[in-house]
């Protein structure tokens, strides 16, 4: 289930054009993708497994911050740009190559009346989700990767300049920037709730289960990251000069079963989209309940029928919106997982401390963040630009937040135990 979750047409089209640029060194830049795109998602999981409760995640943050950090965590992810991306992808790669007119009215309504009927089970997601779409998922995409294995449509090229010279270190950037890391928080809501549904209470037993999940999503999100990217990586004779990966496995599909790939390809799409949707619906629906007491089929409803409304306004637009939120956010839930990483439980006696600490460090990331999206985004001024490229590690990358975060991180773990030492001392 949890790899269904993930598993969204984004995430199909990464790995494909990247294999393709990176040529004859494709498996050392997907062996760095996999690192940031499979290892942070599947760390966060296991946080939040070990925290028993993804809100955990922020309790030690000052009241408003922490609703505010979920607040848009889960509204951007979810009506406010994530589900409407998703039905208006699957819109494009599973309906348009079949219908000339323009549908995605209809289609969206459809497509969100759908995702909220499968939602308002949530107990039910292990047995649509788990045992059913996504062995289906899986069987297609086998059927797809097994044709390209034993007919492949070409050989790797050569590497263009960038993944010549570091094809790792731009296969960690590429992963980085899928931004599942901050997915994984938002989908630790439905996974826990999950497995409590099944009846398991024990903070112990939560712990040991989301290890388990978290191990076997890795498992197969990098198999199909793999074969995706075997794929894109003998494609440069079918799709040459392609501008992303929808364009790649379209072109390999049609090579592989001709029309009947294509419709292959958009069955893949839309079941992606589907089960990605149905679990953000969730992890909204859950959140909004828990936080504000709203019903789970009041909040579902609602947040369906927003996205089936935004999905109408236009992709670009969309992303335009909503994008600079995500790459500022992501840092700052990637950082607060470091955080519970390296820094110990918290007592009642230095409550007060971890509290500093954690908000100190999502200033600390929010700040560098923001430099990061603006510069993703084009909106640095040049002289800052050149200064940040100078003297700011990372920033080329853009992670810069990661260095100033790990400072914060080890100057607040030495002040605690200094603290810690002289109430010992005292008493």
């Known amino acids: 289930m949890t790899f269904a979750l993930f598993l969204g047409a984004g995430n199909l089209i990464y790995p494909p054009l990247m294999a393709q640029q990176a040529g004859d060194h494709w498996l050392i830049a997907i062996g760095g993708?996999?690192?940031?795109?499979?290892?942070?998602?599947?760390?966060?999981?296991?946080?939040?497994?070990?925290?028993?409760?993804?809100?955990?995640?922020?309790?030690?943050?000052?009241?408003?911050?922490?609703?505010?950090?979920?607040?848009?965590?889960?509204?951007?992810?979810?009506?406010?740009?994530?589900?409407?991306?998703?039905?208006?992808?699957?819109?494009?790669?599973?309906?348009?190559?079949?219908?000339?007119?323009?549908?995605?009215?209809?289609f969206s309504a459809l497509f969100c009346a759908l995702t909220l009927w499968l939602?308002?089970?949530?107990?039910?997601?292990v047995d649509y989700i788990g045992k059913v779409m996504t062995p289906a998922l899986i069987g297609m995409l086998a059927v797809l990767v097994a044709a390209?294995?034993?007919?492949?449509?070409?050989?790797?090229?050569?590497?263009?300049?960038?993944?010549?010279?570091?094809?790792?270190?731009?296969?960690?950037?590429?992963?980085y920037m899928t931004l599942d890391a901050i997915a994984a928080v938002a989908f630790g809501w439905v996974i826990i709730q999950t497995i409590r549904s099944k009846g398991i209470e024990s903070k112990k037993a939560i712990s040991y289960y989301t290890l388990r999940i978290a191990i076997i999503y890795a498992v197969l999100m990098s198999l199909c990251y793999l074969a995706m990217g075997y794929l894109g990586s003998t494609s440069s004779e079918i799709a040459p000069g392609a501008t992303n990966g929808g364009e790649i496995l379209t072109s390999y599909a049609e090579g592989e079963f001709g029309v009947l790939g294509q419709i292959l390809l958009a069955s893949i799409t839309l079941m992606a989209c589907l089960t990605t949707t149905i679990g953000l619906t969730n992890a909204n629906s859950e959140y909004y309940k828990n936080t504000y007491g709203v019903t789970f089929k009041?909040?579902?409803?609602?947040?369906?029928?927003?996205?089936?409304?935004?999905?109408?306004?236009?992709?670009?637009?969309?992303?335009?919106?909503?994008l600079p939120a995500i790459l500022i956010l992501c840092p700052i839930a990637i950082a607060l997982i470091i955080a519970m990483i390296l820094m110990p439980e918290k007592s009642e006696k230095d409550t007060p401390m971890i509290s500093t600490s954690h908000t100190t460090i999502v200033c600390i990331a929010a700040l560098f963040g923001t430099i990061d999206a603006l510069h993703i985004l084009g909106k640095l001024p040049e002289a800052m630009t050149a200064f940040c490229d100078q003297w700011l590690p990372l920033f080329s990358s853009h992670m810069s937040w990661l260095i100033p975060v790990f400072i914060t991180i080890l100057v607040n773990k030495v002040l605690r135990k200094t603290q810690l030492k002289n109430v010992a001392t005292s008493n």
């Open 33 to 106: 993708f996999l690192l940031t795109a499979v290892g942070l998602p599947a760390i966060t999981l296991v946080v939040l497994g070990r925290l028993s409760s993804a809100d955990k995640l922020t309790s030690s943050l000052p009241k408003w911050m922490d609703r505010s950090f979920w607040f848009l965590v889960l509204t951007t992810l979810g009506p406010a740009f994530v589900l409407p991306r998703a039905v208006t992808v699957a819109y494009e790669m599973g309906i348009k190559p079949f219908y000339s007119g323009n549908g995605l009215m209809v």
């Open 119 to 125: 939602a308002l089970k949530p107990g039910k997601l």
């Open 148 to 175: 390209a294995l034993l007919n492949p449509l070409g050989s790797p090229s050569q590497a263009i300049e960038i993944y010549e010279q570091a094809p790792a270190v731009n296969g960690l950037i590429q992963g």
């Open 298 to 322: 009041v909040s579902a409803t609602i947040i369906m029928v927003l996205t089936a409304i935004i999905s109408n306004v236009g992709l670009e637009t969309i992303i335009e919106v909503s």
